[in-house]
């Protein structure tokens, strides 16, 4: 957010800036879509392409994704929450 202050001229200094990481981010590398077609084009079991298709589709975290229940599931979408 002070970035883009800076940016507009909202304030001048960035007082996040000197914050060092708590941790290095363990991220993994997006699929090409090369990557996701082969994927698809595999057949895979009906619970790999629909996590698949979850997390494509819907921008959720690895870790949400993989945490999502059926519990959740009422007929017509999802129930998720998200906490800070």
Known sequence: MFSIGLDLAYCDTNPAMPIDPIAESGSYISW?????????ASNPPPHLMTGSMIS???GMRLADVLRLARTRYDGAGFSVRYRT
């Open 56 to 58: 494509i589709w819907t």
């Open 32 to 40: 090409s879509p090369a990557a996701r077609e082969k994927f698809e």
